[in-house]
């Protein structure tokens, strides 16, 4: 194993690692479970359902939703919950496509990744290399990377903070700070010269990215979901 391998298989593991202790805190796995159900927003889903599947009082579940990243999407309103991914904090650097919806979204790709892999159909990323210009498309299923135009297209990854730094973080300053962090670029070339602007960050092909998150995303699912009676 050569040291871009072990370079890459630390940051997994450390990455694994630090969204599974905020597992155990609630708030990222409370938000996968909201993605899931609500198919991303398209439907809102009553919070009693929702507490049920990561195995909390709905009291508690609305308040982990609120205050997790991405906490601004959550919408709340007569017992019922969603998301509303029309409420923006950043850059609008991609567009998200999930049946006949189509839209844009700001955060990183590597949330993206995630969502994408707790969700029960195909989801579409559309976004522009920030270095070249040029457009970048990936398809993702619950199984995998469908299709990915152009084939060398890259995902970048912030450095990883300390659990303690981020966890002491409001939602609001994760999105601003870190996820502002995470665009696709069309190769890793493209991708240089970001990777020299920013001491620490990682760069992965989308196909080797998702295989991980998807393997992270079911984790982060079976760490909540209740026990069967």
Do not use: K
Not at 126 to 144: M, N, Q, S, W, Y
Not at 157 to 182: H, R, V
Not at 209 to 221: F, G, M, Q, V
């Amino acid at each position: 194993m050569d040291a871009n391998d072990r370079s890459a298989e630390d940051f997994w593991a450390t990455a694994r690692t630090l969204l599974t202790r905020f597992a155990a805190r609630g708030h990222i796995s409370v938000g996968l479970h909201l993605a899931r159900l609500t198919n991303l927003g398209e439907h809102p889903v009553p919070i009693e359902r929702l507490a049920q599947e990561v195995g909390r009082p709905a009291e508690e579940t609305a308040t982990l939703a609120q205050q997790g990243p991405g906490g601004h999407w959550v919408r709340l309103n007569d017992g019922q919950i969603t998301l509303d991914l029309s409420q923006h904090t950043g850059m609008l650097r991609r567009r998200l496509r999930i049946g006949q919806r189509s839209f844009p979204v700001s955060g990183c790709a590597p949330d993206v990744l995630l969502w994408a892999a707790v969700l029960d159909e195909p989801l579409t990323i559309e976004e522009t290399c920030p270095a070249t210009g040029a457009p970048i498309r990936v398809d993702l299923t619950p199984d995998g990377v469908a299709s990915l135009d152009p084939a060398e297209a890259v995902v970048g990854y912030p450095a990883l903070p300390a659990f303690e730094e981020i966890a002491a973080m409001p939602s609001e300053e994760i999105d601003a700070t870190i996820c502002t962090q995470g665009p696709l670029f069309a190769s890793a070339e493209a991708a240089s010269t970001w990777v020299a602007d920013h001491p620490g960050v990682h760069v992965f092909g989308v196909r080797d990215a998702y295989d991980h998150l998807r393997e992270i995303a079911r984790a982060l699912l079976e760490a909540v979901s209740p026990t069967p009676q």
